[in-house]
């Protein structure tokens, strides 16, 4: 069974950092880019960040340029982003997901809450 | 970036009923081997998103085959054949041939 299991999310202040992880099983998570999503309170799908899949290329929105970094560990098959510089618009659930080769899958994770308040 | 407008974005249905969801991207979303990423998922109450069709047409796996997606270039088009209760949620169109890739705003379906 595919699984990925996102951890790290919580209350952070602005300005404050945050690691966000995700865990993968039940498939072969070095093969595959992997990509985060986030969504706002009430509000739609964001695309935040994606990685090739050794790691060696990745692409950020322009929202949240300079501020995170995607990167992965696929010997724990785990992937990453870590948020710095935080605004109160950087609230909402975090999504990673995978979408296999050429979009041919779909995995995606419950989701991580963050919220950037003082 | 690509903007993806979806249309209507609020779409009662009565129950057994068909249902149609429109998407139009500001750009033609053919790639340069002629394959075209526009997807649509669906996303339920407190749920995760789910992706329904891949590539303009197909199921993905599980996906009841009332189900179906059509379009080309810049115009697609999301159906359900007969609404049931389950398919209350929100859907999204997105495009996965440009980057950034982006969603639609979202088109919630309820039954009236």
């Known amino acids: 069974e595919v699984q990925l299991v996102e951890s790290g999310g919580g209350l952070v202040q602005p300005g404050g950092s945050l690691r966000l992880s995700c865990a993968a099983s039940?498939?072969?998570?070095?093969?595959?880019?992997m990509h985060w999503v986030r969504q706002a309170p009430g509000k739609g799908l964001v695309w935040v960040s994606r990685?090739?899949?050794?790691?060696?290329?990745?692409t950020n929105a322009d929202s949240v340029k300079g501020r995170f970094t995607i990167s992965r560990d696929n010997a724990k098959n785990t992937l990453y982003l870590q948020m710095n510089s935080l605004r109160a618009e950087d609230t909402a659930v975090y999504y990673c997901?995978?979408?296999?080769?050429?979009?041919?899958?779909?995995?995606w994770g419950q989701g991580t809450l963050v919220t950037v308040s003082s | 970036d690509v903007v993806m407008a979806q249309s209507p974005l609020s779409l009662p249905v009565t129950l057994g009923q068909p249902a149609s969801i429109s998407c139009r991207s500001s750009q033609s979303l053919v790639n340069s081997d002629g394959s075209t990423d526009l997807h649509w998922f669906q996303q339920r109450p407190g749920q995760s998103p789910r992706r329904l069709i891949y590539?303009?047409?197909n199921r993905d796996s599980g996906v009841p085959d009332k189900f179906s997606g059509s379009g080309s270039g810049t115009d697609f088009t999301l159906k359900i054949s007969r609404v049931e209760a389950e398919d209350v949620g929100v859907y999204y169109c997105m495009q996965g041939t440009h980057w950034p890739h982006t969603f639609g705003q979202g088109t919630k379906l309820e039954i009236k």
């Open positions: 990685i090739n899949d050794d790691g060696t290329y990745t």
């Open positions: 590539k303009v047409s």
């Open positions: 039940g498939f072969t998570f070095s093969s595959y880019w």
């Open positions: 997901a995978s979408f296999g080769t050429s979009w041919l899958l779909s995995y």
